[in-house]
C-alpha cells in the first residue's frame, strides 16, 4: 500500500502544500519500504529514497 502511495505521488497531486514527488520516487522496490511505527490502529511506514538520499513518512490509519 505505502509503495503504490509513493508511485501515485510522482505523477498526481493530491493537493498537498510539498506537491508532487520527484520521478526517481517510481523505482523504489519494496525493499526500501519498512514499518517503522504501530500502535493501536495507527501506522507509519518509512521509504527510504538512496539514490537522493531522502525519506518519506506515510501514515495509515486502519479502521
Not at 38 to 62: C, D, H, P
Request: aromatic share 12%; proline share 0%; no cysteine.
Amino acid at each position: 500500500m505505502a509503495a503504490k502511495a509513493t508511485q501515485k505521488l510522482t505523477f498526481k497531486d493530491f493537493g498537498f502544500k510539498v506537491g508532487k514527488l520527484n520521478e526517481n520516487w517510481k523505482n523504489l522496490t519494496i525493499e526500501n519500504f519498512k514499518l517503522h511505527a504501530a500502535e493501536g490502529n495507527r501506522y507509519v511506514v518509512r521509504a527510504n529514497n538512496k539514490t537522493i538520499a531522502q525519506v518519506l513518512s506515510l501514515f495509515f490509519l486502519s479502521a
